[in-house]
């Protein structure tokens, strides 16, 4: 008896406030189970959660670490991998207009740290959160694309509004140094065209969606050495644009005309290698995203090369 009422009282756990029901109720069915229908309990506890599961319009991943007790308080530049599920103060720094049906609310959260993206999904019917407003995040889970990290609002997770004006830091990083590599993936790129994807097409297939009509896009995936140092840094069309004065159409028409792209990419090799940037922006992981590029006379005083100007 006490075995089947700690199954129950985990269970009810795991539920947190996601499921209206008593520690009692769940004992009862577990003891249905295993004394009238000589369930092994183990057995019992499974089917008892996948019917809650499935009262809840919950999958499996959603009961995620243990139901939201015992998380470890994260601040937003402190998440450095995919699939943790923790707890964040934070406030709601930017709304973005969802793209997908699937997604309820996007943007930015941010706290002394930094920022960071986050998705709250439609399916988790969760409270809306408001631009300005501070928050307890409770069981929330990490998420990770191209060193990019962001969390996921899920339907386990726990929203409470708090009263405290959250000063929200500067993320920005700035690196002085010479462009030493471009690597693979760089120049005249393809991405998936499906809502909310963007993945880089390899051979005209998307990982997620498989073989699709991809949009053409530019990007360079380049490494800065300041002596020290390396720094892999992101500059997205724009930047691409700016940094190696090669925009999208006429990049299209080179790959045409040579019946490739990857000219592309040796163009701009060719245009910004062994040249000294300073380049800002926000980090993902391990890349710095470039917001500001500008092009140095030459290399600079190690010393100051690499300026960091995270706030505290
Ligand atoms: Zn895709």
């Known amino acids: 008896m006490t075995d089947l009422h700690t199954h129950a009282t985990e269970i009810h756990e795991q539920f947190d406030d996601q499921i209206d029901v008593s520690v009692e109720e769940i004992e009862e069915r577990l003891d249905t189970l295993v004394n009238e229908y000589k369930v092994p309990a183990e057995e019992a506890r ?6 809650y599961l499935d009262d809840a319009g919950m999958d499996r991943e959603d009961l995620g670490g243990g139901g939201g007790d015992g998380n470890e308080q994260k601040k937003a530049a402190e998440v450095d991998s995919p699939e943790e599920w923790i707890d964040m103060t934070v406030k709601v720094v930017d709304l973005w207009e969802p793209r997908s049906d699937a997604v309820a609310q996007v943007g930015l959260l941010g706290d002394e740290t930094g920022t960071i993206k986050f998705t709250k999904w439609s399916k988790s019917e969760l409270d809306e959160l408001e631009e300005g407003k501070a928050y307890d995040l409770r069981n929330v889970v990490t998420d990770e694309y191209e060193g990019r990290f962001s969390v996921k609002l899920n339907r386990t997770t726990t929203i409470t509004e708090i009263d405290e004006d959250i000063e929200v830091g500067d993320d920005n990083l700035t690196v002085e140094g010479a462009l030493v590599d471009i690597q ?5 790129i393809k991405r998936c065209p499906e809502d909310d994807c963007t993945r880089v097409l390899q051979n005209g297939r998307c990982n997620e969606h498989g073989e699709v009509e991809g949009e053409f896009d530019l990007r360079i995936k380049g490494v800065l050495d300041d002596g ?8 997205d069309k724009d930047a691409t644009e700016a940094l190696t004065g090669i925009a999208l159409e006429e990049a299209k028409e080179m790959a045409m005309d040579a019946l490739d792209t990857s000219v592309v990419a040796d163009e701009m090799r060719e245009k910004t290698l062994g040249l000294y940037y300073r380049v800002t922006g926000p980090t993902y992981g391990r890349y710095l995203l470039a917001d500001e590029t500008e092009t140095l006379t030459g290399p600079v005083d190690t010393e100051q090369a690499l300026i960091k100007a ?3």
């Open 46 to 51: 499974r089917s008892v959660i996948s019917s």
């Open 184 to 188: 693979s993936g760089s120049g005249l």
């Open 228 to 235: 020290e140092d390396v720094t892999e840094v992101i500059f």
């Open 310 to 312: 995270r706030s505290i």
